[in-house]
Structure formats: structure tokens, C-alpha cells
């Protein structure tokens, strides 16, 4: 079982949608919850971090993170043509020494105009 | 944030051979790190260069197959050495400047194919 695991999708929806992308995990330690977007042929560009349970929003973009049942979210409210790409979570647990970021598959969001 | 960039951009090398790939930022950081993305594939940690010490190397991953340097803390370079198809991938650097490094940037890329 991997320790991240993330629908890769293709998703496609209209321009003006609610998107929902979700990871689940196994490992009760990670503290970190990141969510990164990569466009195609770029390095991924982090688009939010949350520690531990709870909300974080940033513009169009909201993270969900419920770790009684080891589940992360990110919404896109409004989704642009310019959303299109994919977008990868990430974690990490609260090491001393810097841990490392565990990366979901990735799933792949198309919006289409 | 940082600004990142990658030499070479991408890059088809021959079976048997080595490449080495640079990374370079524009601040002094913390914390530099490589992953390799395969094809259709997540991104995996190779190794965390570490400045002025031997990298820290993940499991599946060796010094000898993927040698790393890192001389100060704003450039790192990785060698992917005695290159196979199978080494065919996207090597990314990435930098942090927290600890826990939950922050990262990442560098555009190396798109290496071997033939």
C-alpha cells in the first residue's frame, strides 16, 4: 500500500465549476499538508500548506485536511482554463531532521472554457 | 520563494554514460533536495545534498549510481552515472529554507532520455 494515494484522474469540467481533489494517507505521522501544481514541462509550484487538521484558504483555492480519517482535499471554486494542470499533494512528518515530502500520483484537471 | 534553474534543460544521452546536472539558486538556502519524476509517475526523493557533507540518499537510491555535490548552499549538482533507458526521467532540485523543510521550490527540470 502506498503511503499517499491520489486519483490520477483525467478530470475535465467546465469553466465556472467546483473542483474537488483528494488524497488519502496511511501514515498517522505526517503533520505537513502541501498541495502543489504542475504545469506541463514546469517544476511544481507549491499552492498551499496546512499543519495538522483544519481549513486554510487562499483565494479560490481552500485546504481541507481531516486527520481522524486520514483524508486531505483542495477546492477550486470558480476553475479557470488557467487551473488546467496537475495538481500533486504532498506530506510531511514533523522529523528534527527535515523529513522529507511524500507525493500523491498526481491527477490531472482540465478546464475547459 | 527562490528562483531556481537547471543546466541542461533536457538532454538524450547513450547507454552507458554519465550526465551531470546542475542546480543553481539565487539566494543561500537551507536545505536542497533531488527527485526524479518518471513518466506518468509522482515525484520520488533521490537524495537530500547536504553542504560540505555526503548526500543523504533515500532507499533505492545509491552514491554510486547517483553521485551528488553540493560545494556551498546555493549550487548542487547530480550525476546520473553508467545511464540505462530505465534512468529515463525528469531530475528536479528543489530548495527549502524551513526545517521541517514543508516548504519546498522546485527547479523547471531535466528531461533526460537514454537511448
Known amino acids: 500500500q502506498k503511503e499517499v494515494e491520489q486519483d490520477p484522474g483525467p478530470l475535465s469540467v467546465p469553466e465556472g465549476a467546483i473542483v474537488s481533489l483528494n488524497c488519502t494517507y496511511s501514515n498517522s505521522a505526517f503533520q505537513y499538508f502541501m498541495w502543489y501544481r504542475q504545469y506541463s514541462r514546469k517544476g511544481p509550484e507549491l499552492l498551499m500548506y496546512?499543519?495538522?487538521?483544519g481549513n486554510k484558504e487562499d483565494g479560490r483555492f481552500t485546504a481541507q485536511v481531516d486527520k481522524s480519517s486520514k483524508y486531505i482535499s483542495l477546492f477550486i471554486r470558480d476553475s479557470q482554463p488557467s487551473d488546467s494542470a496537475t495538481y500533486l499533494c504532498?506530506?510531511?512528518?514533523?522529523?528534527?531532521?527535515?523529513?522529507?515530502?511524500?507525493f500523491g500520483q498526481g491527477t490531472e484537471l482540465s478546464v475547459k472554457p | 520563494s527562490a528562483v531556481i534553474s537547471q543546466k541542461p534543460s533536457r538532454d538524450i544521452c547513450q547507454r552507458g554514460t554519465s550526465l551531470t546536472i546542475q542546480c543553481q539558486v539565487d539566494?543561500?538556502?537551507?536545505?536542497m533536495f533531488w527527485y526524479r519524476q518518471q513518466p506518468g509517475q509522482s515525484l520520488t526523493l533521490i537524495a537530500t545534498?547536504?553542504?560540505?557533507?555526503?548526500?543523504?540518499?533515500e532507499s533505492g537510491f545509491v552514491i554510486d549510481k547517483f553521485p551528488i555535490s553540493r560545494p556551498n548552499l546555493t549550487f548542487s549538482t547530480l550525476t546520473v552515472s553508467n545511464m540505462s533507458p530505465e534512468d529515463s526521467s525528469i531530475y528536479l532540485c528543489?530548495?527549502?529554507?524551513?526545517?521541517?523543510?514543508?516548504?519546498?521550490?522546485f527547479g523547471p527540470g531535466t528531461r533526460l532520455t537514454v537511448t
Open positions: 545534498a547536504n553542504q560540505g557533507s555526503e548526500a543523504t540518499y
Open positions: 528543489s530548495v527549502s529554507r524551513t526545517a521541517p523543510a514543508y516548504e519546498q521550490y
Open positions: 504532498a506530506m510531511e512528518a514533523n522529523y528534527n531532521q527535515g523529513g522529507k515530502l511524500i
Open positions: 539566494s543561500q538556502v537551507t536545505m
Open positions: 496546512t499543519y495538522s487538521s
